[in-house]
């Protein structure tokens, strides 16, 4: 694509560094998009640590009240092989957070941002500011280029 170095920015700091073109830009818009995704991944993750927490958690009262009606047999196969289950083989949840958390999604973060130093002098959202400032109408209210506009 063309170099439109030109290219307006709602302000200095998500302004297109000088020699940086529309590929580039496009490419670590791209990049910071797929960060956004796994930043969602990562909480539907939390999400899916909390559910299964509590679910084991509401096992002991599942146990306390199949006893209380009779039913050892079954209180004991929910006590014996639900309660405290690892949820993939050797672990709990919160061991896949800690694996997801210092693996994946800190190398995933980590070459995000050393994209943005090595190529936008470390700028954010270079390619939605220029949206921003392309899509707006000036001089209407709700389409100031900043808070302070």
Avoid: C
């Avoid at 146990?63 to 083989?89: F, I, Q, S, T």
């Avoid at 980590?110 to 899509?135: D, F, P, Q, S, T």
């Amino acid at each position: 694509m063309a170099d439109t170095q030109g290219s307006q920015a709602v302000d200095e700091g998500h302004s297109r560094p000088v020699g940086v073109d529309d590929t580039t830009v496009e490419a670590l818009g791209e990049l910071s998009k797929a960060l956004e995704t796994i930043h969602r991944v990562r909480g539907h993750l939390y999400s899916a640590h909390q559910l299964v927490g509590g679910a084991d958690l509401t096992l002991d009262r599942v146990v306390k009240l199949l006893r209380e009606a009779g039913h050892d047999e079954v209180a004991d196969r929910v006590e014996h092989e639900l309660l405290g289950r690892n949820v993939l083989p050797g672990r709990w949840t919160f061991q896949i957070m800690e694996e997801f958390d210092d693996g994946y999604y800190a190398t995933f973060q980590e070459v995000e941002r050393e994209a943005r130093e090595k190529l936008a002098g470390g700028r954010r959202h270079i390619y939605e500011a220029e949206m921003k400032e392309r899509r707006r109408t000036h001089g209407i209210p709700g389409h100031e280029a900043t808070p302070e506009a």
